[in-house]
C-alpha cells in the first residue's frame, strides 16, 4: 500500500471520527444522573459510543477512499478483476468486532448485576398504574398512599409494580431505570437515589387514549425531611379529625389537579365540580355520604353529564385504606356543604 493512501484514509477517517465525537458531545443525550444507577450505566455508555465512533471512522475512511478513489471511469463497462477473499483481512475483522462485542457484554453484566443488587435497608413502595394515573403507597407508613412518589436520598428502593388494567412502563429518566407494570404479575424495580431534587414519573408503553397524560412527579427529599413527610402524613391521615385526614388524603392523590373544591384551594377543572357534590348526589338519586364513596371507588356507576367516563382511575377503592376512604368521604362531604 502507499504511504500516499495511508494518508489519506487516516485523514478522512480523522475528519469522520471527529464530526461523529462533536455530535456526542454537543448534544446532551442523557439527562443529569440522579441515581447510583445511572452513575454506573452512564460510563458503560460512552464506553460504548467511544467504540461506535472509532468504527465509523474506520467504516467510513474505508468507504468515501474506495468510491474516489476506485471509480469506474465514464463508460467504462468492464468487470473487476476477480476477487477471491484475503484470509488474513478476514481474521482480523472477525477477532477485533468479538473482542469489542465481548467487552461491552462483561462491562454491561457487571453493571446490571451490581445495579440489580439491593442495598442494606431496603425501603419498598408498592406501585399502581392504571389508565391513567400512578399511585404510591408505603408498607413503611401502614399503606400510606401518595400520587406522587417521595424518596429519602441515599437509600436502596424497590418499588414493586402492579397494574389494575392494561400494561404500562414505570420510567424516570434521572434514574436510569425502567420496568414494566404487567396485568396478573408483580414486578420489581430497584434504585438508589443519589441527587435531591424533582423528576418526571413517565408512563412509556402506549396504554390507551390518556397515555401521553399518565405522569407524575418523583421527588428526592432528604432523609429527615422524608421522614418528617412521612410522620405527618401519616398522623394526618390517621387523624380522628376527618377534616385533617382527609384533606391529606385529598392533596396527597392530587385529587385537585382534577377537580375543583374551594376548601382545599384546588380548582382543577378535568372531573367535576366537588363543591357541588349534593346537587349530584340528587341527580344520581343517592345519599351524599353513599355517592361520594362509590364515586371514588367506582367512578363509572353515575357520570355527570358533561364529563367523559373512564377518565378518574378506578384505583382509589384499593389503593386507599379503608381509614384514608372513610377520611376523604367525610372531608368531601363535609367540604362540599361548606363550599
Ligand atoms: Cu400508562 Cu402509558
Redesign the pocket.
Known amino acids: 500500500m502507499r504511504r500516499g493512501s495511508i494518508a489519506s484514509l487516516l485523514g478522512i477517517g480523522v475528519i469522520a471520527g471527529g464530526i461523529a465525537a462533536a455530535v456526542a458531545l454537543a448534544l446532551p443525550w442523557l439527562p443529569k444522573p440522579a441515581s447510583e444507577e445511572a452513575d454506573r450505566i452512564d460510563p458503560l455508555f460512552w464506553f460504548v459510543i467511544i467504540i461506535c465512533i472509532v468504527v465509523f471512522a474506520v467504516v467510513a475512511a474505508v468507504m468515501i477512499y474506495s468510491i474516489t478513489h476506485f471509480r469506474a471511469a465514464p463508460d467504462d463497462d468492464s468487470d473487476g478483476p476477480p476477487v477471491h477473499g484475503h484470509t488474513g483481512l478476514e481474521i482480523v475483522w472477525t477477532i477485533i468486532p468479538t473482542l469489542l462485542v465481548t467487552a461491552i457484554g462483561i462491562y454491561s453484566a457487571i453493571v446490571l448485576g451490581r445495579n440489580d443488587a439491593l442495598g442494606a435497608n431496603v425501603m419498598r413502595v408498592n406501585v399502581t398504574?392504571q389508565?391513567?394515573a400512578w399511585s404510591f403507597s408505603y408498607p413503611e407508613a401502614k399503606g400510606l398512599t401518595s400520587g406522587t412518589l417521595r424518596l429519602p436520598k441515599g437509600r436502596s428502593i424497590q418499588l414493586v409494580l402492579q397494574s389494575k388494567d392494561v400494561i404500562?412502563?414505570f420510567w424516570v429518566p434521572e434514574f436510569s431505570q425502567k420496568e414494566d407494570t404487567v396485568p396478573g404479575i408483580v414486578t420489581t424495580l430497584h434504585f438508589t437515589p443519589n441527587r435531591l431534587g424533582t423528576f418526571p414519573v413517565i408512563?412509556?408503553?402506549?396504554?390507551?387514549l390518556g397515555?401521553s397524560v399518565?405522569r407524575t412527579t418523583a421527588i428526592v427529599m432528604t432523609p429527615a425531611a422524608f421522614d418528617k413527610w412521612l410522620h405527618s402524613q401519616t398522623k394526618a391521615v390517621s387523624s380522628p379529625d376527618a377534616g385533617v385526614a382527609g384533606a391529606a388524603v385529598f392533596k396527597n392523590n392530587q385529587c385537585g389537579a382534577c377537580h375543583t373544591l374551594t376548601a382545599a384551594g384546588a380548582s382543577g377543572n378535568v372531573g367535576p365540580d366537588l363543591d357541588k357534590l349534593p346537587a349530584y348526589a340528587q341527580a344520581a338519586g343517592k345519599p351524599v355520604d353513599a355517592f361520594v364513596r362509590e364515586s371514588i371507588v367506582d367512578p363509572s356507576a353515575y357520570v355527570e353529564k358533561g364529563f367523559p367516563d373512564n377518565v378518574m382511575p378506578h384505583t382509589y377503592g384499593s389503593a386507599l385504606s379503608k381509614q384514608e376512604l372513610d377520611g376523604l368521604v367525610q372531608y368531601l362531604v363535609s367540604s362540599s356543604k361548606k363550599g
Open positions: 398504574a389508565q391513567f404500562h412502563s408512563c412509556t408503553e402506549l396504554c390507551g397515555h399518565m
